[in-house]
């Protein structure tokens, strides 16, 4: 089992949609999370870490769900610039994971 | 603002060619990060170094090799290049407090024929 998997996707949505990703981790002991964005041909940049309590920047909500190990992200009111592909980060002890992304495409 | 240089967007290389791909980080971070991005595999960890001449083996450190002789600058080094390290690299740095927020470089696009 990967220590971080999510699902590629892609997720194609319209604009205004509401979209969740999941991201789930092996590693119980992980203590850290994060989401990063990534545009096409371009580098990762982080997003938001996600907190015990669940955090909310804006439009996007990070949840953490310890008893399931996963992570959401949840984007609402989606718009055009939001189509990047989304990747999930876990630091399970001293090195950060990433899952593998999940691609986004929202359409007018 | 954050900024985390690479060499080169772009290289074409030979197999058996060495190839040097530098990264230079300008906030100070004492933490340094080699990665590696291919489809469907997601972004894997070559090596990491937390202080200056200090290196890590990441998971796949096969192939490759590292050098930190100063705090901004973290090499990572193709002892002998083969077409099966035709990717993207990316270079990322943290603060002290850990692997924490990794700021990108924008990435070397390595094509070895």
Known sequence: RKEVEQDPGPFNVPEGATVAFNCTYSNSASQSFFWYRQDCRKEPKLLMSVYSSGNEDGRFTAQLNRASQYISLLIRDSKLSDSATYLCAVIPADKLIFGTGTRLQVFP | ?113
């Not at chain 2, 197999?15 to 300008?26: A, N, P, R, W």
């Not at chain 2, 700021?103 to 070895?112: A, D, H, I, Q, S």
């Open chain 2, 1 to 113: 603002d954050v900024k985390v240089t690479q060499s080169s967007r772009y290289l074409v290389k030979r197999t058996g060619e060495k190839v040097f791909l530098e990264c230079v980080q300008d906030m100070d971070h004492e933490n340094m990060f080699w990665y590696r991005q291919d489809p469907g595999l997601g972004l894997r960890l070559i090596y990491f170094s937390y202080d200056v001449k200090m290196k890590e083996k990441g998971d796949i450190p096969e192939g490759y090799s590292v050098s930190r002789e100063k705090k901004e600058r973290f090499s990572l080094i193709l002892e002998s290049a083969s077409t099966n390290q035709t990717s993207m690299y990316l270079c990322a740095s943290s603060p002290p407090t850990g692997p924490y927020e990794q700021y990108f470089g924008p990435g070397t696009r390595l094509t070895v024929t």
